[in-house]
C-alpha cells in the first residue's frame, strides 16, 4: 500500500510538472529570434502572403490565446500539426519514438549488464592488471565522442571487415516488415518473421554498441567503487572469517550493495540518451525521435518542438518514478 500510495502521488505530480514545462516552452520558443513561416515560404513572399501564412497557423493570435488553444488539443490527445510536413504531430511522434525507444533500451541493458559485471571483477581484482585496463577503459568510453566512435565501428565492422550491414536504416530494404508498434524488434517477433527479426538485429548491433560503451563507463566506475567500500566494510571480513563461499559473498552481498545506486545512475543516462541521441541516429540514418526533433528545431516547428520537450519530461519522471522503486527494493534503508 505504501508503495501504491507513493506511485500515484508521483504521478498526480507529473501534471503540474507537465504543465509548467508546456508553458516555459511554449514561451522559450516564441520569443526566441527567427520565424517560422520565413522557413515555409520562399524569399519572394509578398507581406501579404506573410500574413496568410501565420493566420493559418493561428501565429497572428496573441500569445496567451495560442496557449490555450495549445491545451485544449493537447486535452484531446492532439499535439498540432507540423509546419514543414502538414502531418499530424501525434502520428509523427509515434512513428518516430519506437525506433529511439529500441535502440536506447537495448543500448542502456548491454551498459547496465557490462557495467556491472566490469565493475564487479574490477573490484574484486583491485590493484591487478585486470582492475588496471577496466579502469582505462571506463576511463576511455566516457572520453570519447558517440558521434566519433560511431563512425569508428562503422569504418572497421561495415568498410574494413564487411560483417555489418550498411548504415542506411533499421532493416535492409529488401526485407518487408509490418509496422505496428513501430519498434521493429517488437513487430518482427510478433509477426514471427525471422528474415526481418535478423535484419534487425543486424542493423541494432552497431548503434546499440556505440552508446552502451560511451553510458557503461560511468556504470563501471559507480559500481566499482560501491563494491570496494562492501569489501572494506567490518560485515564483509565477518563474512569471510566465517567462511562462506567466495560465489555466497559475491551475489548476496557485494552485488546487492553495490547495485543500490545503480537505478538512479540508469535513470539519469535513460533521460539523457533518450534525447542526447541524435548524433547517433544521424550517423545511422536511423531515422528516431532525437533526429525528428533535430529537424523540427533548425526549422522552428513550434509543434515538433513542444512535443519532444513534453515526452522528454513525462519520461524523465517516470523513469525516475520506476529508479526509485528500484532502488527502494534494493536497499531497505531507503523508505519511500
Known amino acids: 500500500m505504501r508503495l501504491l500510495r507513493y ?6 505530480l507529473l501534471v503540474p510538472v507537465l504543465l509548467g514545462v508546456s508553458v516555459v516552452t511554449f514561451v522559450l520558443i516564441r520569443v526566441l529570434p527567427g520565424d517560422p513561416i520565413r522557413t515555409l515560404l520562399p524569399p519572394t513572399a509578398t507581406p501579404a502572403d506573410i500574413a496568410a501564412a501565420r493566420a493559418r497557423y493561428g501565429l497572428n493570435e496573441p500569445l496567451v490565446s495560442q496557449y490555450w488553444i495549445f491545451l485544449k488539443d493537447l486535452a484531446h490527445g492532439d499535439l498540432g ?6 502531418a499530424s504531430v501525434t502520428s509523427e511522434l509515434g512513428q518516430r519514438l519506437g525506433p529511439t525507444f529500441e535502440l536506447v533500451t537495448c543500448a542502456l541493458v ?3 549488464v557490462v557495467g556491472v559485471t566490469l565493475g564487479i571483477t574490477s573490484a574484486l581484482r583491485a590493484g591487478k592488471v585486470w582492475d588496471h585496463i577496466v579502469r582505462f577503459v571506463s576511463l576511455a568510453g566516457g572520453a570519447v565522442s558517440e558521434f566519433w566512435l560511431g563512425l569508428l565501428l562503422i569504418f572497421f565492422f561495415y568498410y574494413h571487415l564487411g560483417i555489418a550491414p550498411a548504415p542506411n536504416g533499421r532493416v535492409s530494404s529488401d526485407v518487408a516488415l509490418r509496422p505496428i508498434t513501430h519498434i521493429d524488434l517488437v513487430d518482427s517477433l510478433i509477426t514471427g518473421n525471422l528474415a526481418a527479426l535478423r535484419s534487425v538485429l543486424a542493423h541494432l548491433a552497431l548503434p546499440v554498441a556505440t552508446l552502451a560503451i560511451v553510458s557503461a563507463a560511468p556504470i563501471v566506475r559507480s559500481v566499482r567503487a560501491s563494491a570496494l567500500q562492501v569489501l572494506d566494510s567490518d560485515a564483509y571480513r565477518c ?3 566465517h567462511g562462506l563461499p567466495m ?7 557485494v552485488l546487492r550493495e553495490s547495485l543500490a545506486g545503480v537505478p538512479t545512475l540508469a535513470a539519469l543516462l535513460y533521460g539523457y540518451l533518450l534525447g542526447g541521441a541524435v548524433l547517433v541516429e544521424y550517423v545511422f540514418s536511423w531515422q528516431g525521435f532525437g533526429q525528428w526533433a533535430l529537424h523540427g528545431m533548425l ?6 518542438v513542444q512535443a519532444f520537450v513534453l515526452v522528454s519530461a513525462a519520461f524523465y519522471v517516470l523513469v525516475f518514478l520506476v529508479a526509485d522503486v528500484l532502488h527502494a527494493v534494493l536497499d531497505p534503508r531507503v523508505r519511500l
Open 7 to 12: 506511485t500515484l502521488r508521483r504521478l498526480v
Open 81 to 86: 500539426t507540423s509546419f514543414q510536413t502538414g
Open 110 to 112: 548491454l551498459a547496465v
Open 239 to 241: 563474512t569471510e572469517a
Open 247 to 253: 560465489r555466497m559473498r559475491v551475489f548476496r552481498y
Open 299 to 304: 526549422f522552428r516547428d513550434y509543434p515538433i
